[in-house]
């Protein structure tokens, strides 16, 4: 598909956050985007590290609440 | 802990290139600097995997301020899949074998500079997240495929 009919068929009320995005300078588009949120266990240490990245998916199915949307679907 | 703030990507972007950093902005971080609108709390990194980056990595941490003991920077250089920091000015996860890419070398080349910070191009960002299978990137997932339509449409990358 060409991407003139892709984007073609981008919903109205996305394509206008992507084009009001577009108008922003970095700097504003990075102050809106970045937020700090508490996520529970997650940000409860300081340092984790991971062997491989099945150890990082089981670490977060057994240990995080479902609702943060980490587990596999 | 504040909000992850452009002065900070700078100063990440500046210690990065000064100590030979070989990395990338990869996931939602790397998607808002390619302009996609939508919230995320901290910088993903995608990094080339090696004892030399390593080292090189740990010295641009530490010049940014992040607490690094000995084991923990000897993790780095010897390299994990996945390490996730918050113990600096900033949280940041450092990525080294993301879901859906293959290797560093292909990720790099197909890159978008954006203000001299090296991004992942969309398809990559799109394909880890596809590749991850975690429920919040399934939600997620349609609207960024549509900011890649439209980015496409607009940069022709």
Same mark, same amino acid.
């Given at each position: 598909?060409?991407?003139?009919? =892709?984007?073609?068929?981008?919903?109205?009320?996305?394509?206008?956050?992507?084009?009001?995005?577009?108008?922003?300078?970095?700097?504003?588009?990075?102050?809106?985007?970045? *937020? $700090?949120?508490?996520?529970?266990?997650?940000?409860?240490?300081?340092?984790?590290?991971?062997?491989?990245?099945?150890?990082?998916? $089981?670490?977060?199915?057994?240990?995080?609440?479902?609702?943060?949307?980490?587990?596999?679907? | 802990?504040?909000?992850?703030?452009? $002065?900070?990507?700078?100063?990440?972007?500046?210690?990065?290139?000064?100590?030979?950093?070989?990395?990338?902005?990869?996931?939602?971080?790397?998607? *808002?600097?390619?302009?996609?609108?939508?919230?995320?709390?901290?910088?993903?990194?995608?990094?080339?995997?090696?004892?030399?980056?390593?080292? =090189?990595?740990?010295?641009?941490?530490?010049?940014?301020?992040?607490?690094?003991?000995?084991?923990?920077?000897?993790? *780095?250089?010897?390299?994990?899949?996945?390490?996730?920091?918050?113990?600096?000015?900033?949280?940041?996860?450092?990525?080294?074998?993301?879901?859906?890419?293959?290797?560093?070398?292909?990720?790099?080349?197909?890159?978008?500079?954006?203000?001299?910070?090296?991004?992942?191009?969309?398809?990559?960002? *799109?394909?880890?997240?596809?590749?991850?299978?975690? =429920?919040?990137?399934?939600?997620?997932?349609?609207?960024?495929?549509?900011?890649?339509?439209?980015?496409?449409?607009?940069?022709?990358?």
């Amino acid at each position: 598909m060409s991407p003139e009919r =892709a984007a073609a068929n981008i919903p109205q009320d996305w394509l206008a956050e992507f084009e009001a995005a577009a108008r922003r300078p970095l700097a504003l588009r990075m102050k809106y985007s970045f *937020i $700090r949120t508490y996520k529970p266990v997650l940000d409860d240490a300081s340092y984790r590290s991971f062997d491989t990245m099945e150890d990082y998916r $089981r670490w977060c199915r057994e240990n995080l609440p479902s609702w943060l949307g980490y587990g596999r679907v | 802990m504040a909000a992850f703030e452009y $002065r900070q990507a700078l100063e990440i972007r500046d210690a990065f290139r000064r100590q030979g950093v070989r990395y990338l902005f990869i996931g939602k971080s790397g998607a *808002i600097l390619l302009g996609y609108p939508d919230t995320t709390q901290d910088a993903d990194l995608y990094l080339a995997k090696g004892p030399a980056n390593g080292e =090189a990595i740990v010295a641009a941490l530490r010049e940014l301020g992040f607490s690094l003991t000995g084991e923990q920077a000897a993790e *780095i250089v010897r390299g994990k899949d996945f390490v996730q920091l918050k113990n600096g000015p900033f949280d940041l996860d450092l990525v080294f074998a993301p879901d859906g890419i293959e290797h560093f070398e292909d990720a790099y080349k197909r890159r978008v500079e954006v203000d001299g910070f090296p991004v992942c191009h969309i398809d990559d960002i *799109i394909a880890s997240k596809q590749a991850s299978g975690r =429920a919040k990137d399934r939600e997620s997932l349609p609207r960024l495929k549509a900011f890649r339509d439209y980015w496409m449409l607009h940069n022709r990358q």
